[in-house]
């Protein structure tokens, strides 16, 4: 598994000691922030916890991911053979934090995220990669752990309508404090999401918890969106 570094924050900036230099950095920290909505605005979220979906028929089941060369926490480049491709569509810097209803952060929680690709398919052994259907640039599934602080990052496209589904990203997490618990991701004020099955059966005062609130990448990010979430689970 390779793992590159991501490059959606700005590199922290050493403390400085002058009056002026002090709000210089406060003006660049303000516009930091409005580049890339900060942590206060995840930790402001309802602390109600995700709703808990099933997997649905396209989670790739392990025997079958372990013949990959890649599932790490980039899936937009997938390497198959001697080839790293990178994926069709927008690609998204997601940036999450995993914290229960109490607002602690939990440390390595394994989380898990998969969708179908900018071509619409999944990528799932169920699922015939006929050629020219499918994007094998995008790698379809990724997993990787929260840090210390609760903190963990992906980089995927922007979720795209699936038939009959709003754009949605499926999520698992696991760990010992709670378990597994899988759910899905949907984009905030996406018109696709009042007539879809899964989005009306959440009730309102909990979907918040599952509306990434997308906004543009950084430039020099490489990215074109980025989302900040907290993926609040039951304490
Ligand atoms: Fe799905």
């Not at 709000?23 to 920290?29: F, P």
């Not at 916890?49 to 991911?65: K, N, Q």
Request: hydrophobic share 40%.
């Amino acid at each position: 598994m390779s793992h590159r570094p991501f490059t959606l924050m700005p590199t922290p900036r050493p403390l400085a000691r002058s009056p002026q230099a002090q709000r210089r950095l406060l003006v660049l920290g303000a516009a930091a922030a409005l580049a890339a909505p900060g942590w206060s605005r995840a930790q402001t979220q309802p602390s109600r916890p995700i709703v808990p979906m099933t997997d649905g028929p396209f989670y790739p089941p392990r025997a079958w991911r372990e013949r990959w060369t890649d599932w790490d926490a980039d899936l937009t480049r997938a390497e198959r053979g001697d080839t790293p491709r990178t994926a069709l569509g927008e690609h998204l810097g997601l940036s999450l934090v995993v914290q229960d209803t109490r607002g602690k952060t939990i440390d390595s929680a394994e989380v898990e995220i998969w969708q179908c690709d900018a071509l619409a398919a999944y990528h799932h052994p169920a699922v015939r990669a006929e050629a020219g259907r499918i994007d094998t640039g995008f790698q379809g599934f990724g997993s990787t752990r929260s840090d210390a602080r609760g903190e963990l990052r992906f980089r995927t496209i922007r979720p795209v309508p699936y038939p009959g589904r709003t754009p949605h990203i499926h999520v698992k997490l696991r760990h010992a404090s709670f378990g597994e618990l899988s759910s899905q991701l949907f984009l905030a004020g996406d018109p696709g999401n009042a007539p879809d099955f899964l989005w009306r059966r959440v009730p309102e005062a909990d979907r918040a918890a599952l509306a990434l609130n997308l906004s543009p990448a950084p430039a020099g990010s490489g990215l074109r969106w980025a989302a900040r979430h907290a993926l609040v689970v039951p304490a």
